[in-house]
């Protein structure tokens, strides 16, 4: 079974500073996807940042980028010029591929809440 | 983005009384929806896989007769919480991936539905 670490519950940064959350995750699949996923006190998931397993490319979405270490299965986020917006909670998903890939689950980490400093 | 819609958003009931909660997908049909616990300030686990058409597939340890899901049509699962305890008292959300060729990667969550049993 798969399993997602993430070992900062709490995490502060100043308005426009840089933070980066950790993520290590656990598989014996070679292709997989990885996620970040944004709550923020409306309780509304929304997604951060995907990353495909057999891209080596770092994705980046704007202000949102991450460090994917295959090898060492690990998967940070990193949010630049930080805004107050982004204070919420973080997780850190994965998910197996299928075939039909509706059918398969996310698996969450325990999430990182942030709060941004103004 | 695609929308999963869940309804209510928050329902207070009695001590051995049944609640049902509704997720919707209002821009895509989806044979395949997740139902989601989430405890204050915990990660979301996975209760069931709800399958059109089919019955659902629940995890190690979630009750299948104290959550009923039904998933009757292509944009509508249901949980039912049957004889609902304060332990039942929690955060509930779906979720749900649009179809397509490839498969769709990312998952779109309802808003959630906040029970409380008094």
């Known amino acids: 079974a798969q399993t997602v670490t993430q070992s900062q519950p709490e995490m502060s940064v100043q308005e426009a500073e840089t933070v980066t959350l950790s993520c290590t995750y656990d598989?014996?699949?070679?292709?997989?996807?990885l996620f970040w996923y944004k709550q923020p006190p409306s309780r509304q998931m929304i997604l951060v940042i995907r990353?495909?397993?057999?891209?080596?490319q770092n994705a980046t979405e704007n202000r949102f980028s991450v460090n994917f270490q295959k090898a060492a299965k690990s998967f940070s986020l990193k949010i630049s010029d930080s805004q107050l917006g982004d204070t919420a909670m973080y997780f850190c998903?994965?998910?197996?591929?299928?075939?039909?890939?509706?059918?398969?689950?996310?698996?969450f980490g325990k999430g990182t809440r942030l709060s941004v400093i103004a | 983005g695609a929308v999963v819609s869940q309804h209510p958003s928050w329902v207070i009931c009695k001590s051995g009384t049944s609640v049902k909660i509704e997720c919707r997908s209002l821009?895509?049909?989806?044979?395949?929806m997740f139902w989601y616990r989430q405890f204050p300030k915990q990660s979301l686990m996975l209760m069931a896989t709800?399958?059109?058409?089919?019955?659902?597939?629940?995890e190690q340890g979630v009750e299948k007769d104290k959550f009923l899901i039904n998933h009757a049509s292509l944009t509508l699962s249901t949980l039912t919480v049957t004889s609902a305890h304060p332990e039942d008292s929690s955060f509930y959300i779906c979720?749900?991936?649009?179809?397509?060729?490839?498969?769709?990667?990312?998952?779109?969550f309802g808003q959630g539905t906040r029970l409380t049993v008094v």
């Open positions: 998903a994965f998910m197996k591929p299928s075939a039909y890939s509706g059918n398969t689950p996310l698996v």
């Open positions: 990353q495909e397993a057999y891209k080596q």
């Open positions: 598989t014996s699949e070679n292709n997989y996807y």
């Open positions: 709800s399958n059109e058409g089919s019955k659902a597939t629940y």
């Open positions: 821009d895509f049909q989806a044979t395949t």
């Open positions: 979720s749900a991936r649009p179809p397509g060729h490839p498969p769709s990667t990312e998952a779109f």
